[in-house]
């Protein structure tokens, strides 16, 4: 049984930055597709950033540039750096997992973290 655990989220500023973090057991981590995806209030889950088992990267539009998706197979870990954040970016961020390359991997879920921004 695979299982995905996020943590970083939290109340940063505008402008700021912050880090999440998802860790996977039970599976081959070097052989998943990984994303993290955001929920709004009353919105549909959005993909926000995705990374291949060979580390290919996709972004949404909205946070290319400021967001930065990457994997640590060693500690099964992937990361979404996020900068330069806004409000419009607050939501439950959470992680999905699937074991091949997919454009939106989501065959395992984590529980999410909330992130907030606000002055």
């Known amino acids: 049984q695979v299982q995905l655990v996020e943590s970083g989220g939290g109340l940063v500023q505008p402008g700021g930055s912050l880090r999440l973090s998802c860790v996977a057991s039970?599976?081959?981590?070097?052989?998943?597709?990984m994303g993290w995806y955001r929920q709004f209030p009353d919105k549909e889950r959005e993909l926000v950033a995705s990374i291949s088992s060979s580390a290919y990267a996709y972004y949404t539009d909205s946070v290319k540039g400021r967001f930065t998706i990457s994997r640590d197979n060693d500690k099964n870990t992937v990361y979404l750096e996020m900068n330069n954040v806004n409000p419009g970016d607050s939501a439950i961020y959470c992680c999905?997992?699937?074991?091949?390359?997919?454009?939106?991997?989501?065959?395992?879920w984590g529980g999410g973290t909330e992130v907030a921004v606000s002055p």
């Open positions: 039970g599976g081959t981590f070097e052989t998943y597709a």
């Open positions: 999905g997992g699937t074991p091949k390359n997919t454009d939106q991997p989501g065959d395992y």
